[in-house]
């Protein structure tokens, strides 16, 4: 289904970054992707592969497992409003999920990031449901999309390049397949590996390397 005829339904793609590295990370994803799709709504249009990723920043922690999906998403009476409703959900499932705040970089039960809504370039105030719980952080917090950091982080590119390598977010100036050949030059290959592949109709990853 084309963009357009998506929004004449009222519905608009989003795309979410998927991360966890406690417990059994590659059963936590599988679950947050079912969590997502079930959310009210939504539909789920695609799944990428899952990665095996090196920590960044905090490096004393186990690897993580990463992964994106594609939704098409109520699309709001504006963008901002589609944004935020999509946003509040995430973090709704996030805490559901267990999700703890600790410090920046440091491990995740289930990190649900809004990496991309639409053709819309976002820069939007959060509502208290998607606030923080870390204290350390501004009472004021702001949505921005497409997501601030994901251009420049491979272990969020390798996955969208999957389902989108052609597509070019707002003020990107360039394909997500570019920026991950880019990201990946800097980074090496090795910081990224695909170890299954998503199965819909059993609705679970599905191992295709040793990981």
Known sequence: ???????????IRAYVGLGANLGDA????????????????????GVSR???????????????RNAVVALDVPAGPEPE???????VALKGLERAFGRRERGRWGPR????????FGRHALRVERPAAALSDDPTKPA????EVPHAGARERLFVLAPLADLAPGLRPPGWGESVATARS????AEGPAAVRPVAAWDATTGA??????G
């Open 182 to 185: 880019r990201a990946e030059a």
């Open 140 to 143: 004021a917090q702001w949505l």
């Open 81 to 87: 409003t589609g944004a935020l409703a999509l946003l």
């Open 26 to 45: 590659t059963a936590t994803l599988a679950a947050g992707v079912h969590a997502l799709a079930a959310l009210p709504g939504v539909r789920l249009a």
């Open 109 to 116: 039960e289930l990190d649900l990031d809004l990496l991309v």
């Open 1 to 11: 289904m084309t963009a357009r005829r998506r929004a004449r339904r009222g519905r």
């Open 205 to 210: 990853w599905q191992t295709t390397t040793a």
């Open 50 to 64: 899952l990665y095996a990723t090196a920590p960044v920043g905090v490096l004393d922690q186990p690897e993580f």
